[in-house]
């Protein structure tokens, strides 16, 4: 089976301001190589605030999806605070592959990352 159900991205930090019409983003993305739906979840880990838990996603079977976190809530609603630096885990119920982006616009010369999320056996 390709992929893992656990993945860590240390480095997530939503920029609070987008200059011109591109609007600043992080994404987990996803990709589902089985057979079978994966239900998504993702907890976020602060430096000082507690534990953020109950996001959910899906990836369809054999499909891509992109978890847009600016527009991500949990069950409460709440939101994945801006200008706040967190650490993200990616638990699934199935093996995926997780890729993690970012686009900062925060500036006219704006900057677009990638990096692949850590796995875990």
Same mark, same amino acid.
């Given at each position: 089976?390709?992929?893992?159900?656990?993945?860590?991205?240390?480095?997530?930090?939503?920029?609070?301001? !987008?200059? %011109?019409?591109?609007?600043?983003?992080? +994404?987990?993305?996803? /990709?589902? /190589?089985? #057979?079978?739906? +994966?239900?998504?979840?993702?907890?976020?880990?602060?430096? #000082?605030?507690?534990?953020?838990? *109950?996001?959910?996603?899906?990836? %369809?079977?054999? *499909?891509?999806?992109?978890?847009?976190? #600016?527009?991500?809530?949990?069950?409460?609603?709440?939101?994945?605070? *801006? #200008?706040?630096?967190?650490?993200?885990?990616?638990?699934?119920?199935?093996?995926?592959?997780?890729?993690?982006? *970012? /686009?900062?616009? !925060?500036?006219? +010369?704006?900057?677009?990352?990638?990096?692949?999320?850590?796995?875990?056996?």
């Amino acid at each position: 089976m390709i992929g893992k159900k656990t993945w860590i991205i240390p480095d997530g930090f939503l920029q609070p301001k !987008s200059i %011109g019409n591109q609007i600043s983003h992080e +994404a987990v993305c996803v /990709l589902n /190589l089985t #057979d079978q739906l +994966a239900e998504i979840q993702l907890t976020f880990y602060f430096e #000082d605030l507690e534990p953020m838990e *109950r996001f959910f996603s899906e990836c %369809g079977s054999e *499909r891509t999806h992109h978890i847009r976190l #600016d527009k991500l809530t949990d069950q409460q609603g709440k939101e994945v605070p *801006r #200008d706040v630096p967190y650490a993200i885990k990616v638990d699934s119920t199935v093996p995926i592959i997780v890729q993690h982006s *970012r /686009l900062d616009t !925060s500036q006219e +010369a704006l900057a677009l990352f990638t990096t692949m999320g850590f796995p875990i056996e």
